[in-house]
């Protein structure tokens, strides 16, 4: 069972997990995108909770998805995790000093057009985040914090088809609270398990 989550921890994962990003495509194919992997420790209760936001049901992509903050890198984006932080600012309010960012994973292909960099980070202990978040709702329907033992477990990580409409040929889902995780975000959720040494890593032919 996984209680807090520490910088050693993620620092060790990102190690292990450093070959294990999809396989090398045509990069001028896809835009490219970075998501926010934010763990938050309860100290008091000795558990961690991952930061998670359900997209509006009426945007133009990803609608009404479960989703890490994130987005598509903008031109005056200097680099990926510029464009994670910037993305975090504005779709949830939360700014670069309340989390500390340990690295990031290889690059993930996705079935919509995007090739992803996900940067894994722990909120600030000392951090009054909670009284600053504010989901954009332009963009974000709400913002909730499933337990990280149960988004890594692997019994909760299932193996199917996609969606009738996604490109994708296979793909992970976990269902949380009647919530479906499935595409890209299931996908680094299963990876972070893997780099975690809670189970094998997944395969690399979703799309």
């Given at each position: 069972?996984?209680?807090?989550?520490s910088?050693t921890?993620?620092?060790?994962c990102?190690?292990?997990v450093?070959?294990?990003?999809?396989?090398?495509?045509?990069?001028?194919?896809?835009?490219?995108?970075?998501?926010?992997?934010?763990?938050?420790?309860?100290?008091?209760?000795?558990?961690?909770?991952?930061l998670?936001?359900?997209?509006?049901?009426?945007?133009r992509?990803?609608?009404?998805?479960?989703?890490?903050?994130?987005?598509?890198?903008?031109?005056?984006?200097?680099?990926?995790?510029?464009?994670?932080r910037?993305?975090?600012?504005?779709e949830i309010?939360?700014?670069?000093?309340h989390?500390?960012?340990?690295?990031k994973?290889?690059?993930f292909?996705?079935?919509?057009?995007?090739?992803?960099?996900?940067?894994?980070?722990?909120?600030?202990?000392?951090?009054n985040?909670?009284k600053?978040?504010?989901?954009?709702l332009?963009?974000v329907?709400?913002?909730?914090?499933?337990?990280?033992?149960?988004?890594?477990?692997?019994?909760?990580?299932?193996?199917?088809?996609?969606?009738?409409?996604?490109?994708?040929?296979?793909t992970?889902?976990?269902?949380?609270?009647?919530?479906?995780?499935?595409g890209?975000?299931?996908?680094?959720l299963v990876?972070?398990s893997a780099?975690l040494?809670?189970?094998?890593f997944?395969?690399?032919?979703?799309?």
């Amino acid at each position: 069972m996984i209680k807090t989550i520490s910088k050693t921890d993620l620092e060790k994962c990102i190690y292990r997990v450093r070959n294990a990003g999809d396989k090398e495509r045509s990069d001028d194919k896809y835009n490219e995108a970075s998501v926010l992997v934010l763990f938050i420790n309860d100290k008091v209760k000795k558990n961690s909770s991952i930061l998670m936001i359900k997209r509006k049901d009426n945007l133009r992509k990803h609608a009404g998805q479960i989703a890490f903050p994130g987005g598509r890198k903008e031109k005056e984006d200097l680099n990926l995790e510029e464009t994670a932080r910037r993305e975090t600012e504005e779709e949830i309010n939360i700014y670069g000093e309340h989390y500390s960012i340990v690295g990031k994973f290889p690059k993930f292909f996705t079935g919509t057009g995007y090739v992803v960099t996900p940067f894994l980070g722990i909120i600030n202990s000392n951090s009054n985040w909670r009284k600053l978040l504010k989901p954009n709702l332009g963009e974000v329907e709400q913002v909730f914090f499933p337990p990280t033992d149960f988004l890594l477990s692997p019994k909760y990580q299932l193996r199917e088809k996609p969606p009738i409409n996604s490109s994708m040929s296979m793909t992970w889902t976990i269902n949380y609270n009647n919530k479906n995780i499935w595409g890209l975000t299931a996908r680094v959720l299963v990876t972070i398990s893997a780099g975690l040494g809670l189970r094998e890593f997944p395969p690399c032919d979703d799309i």
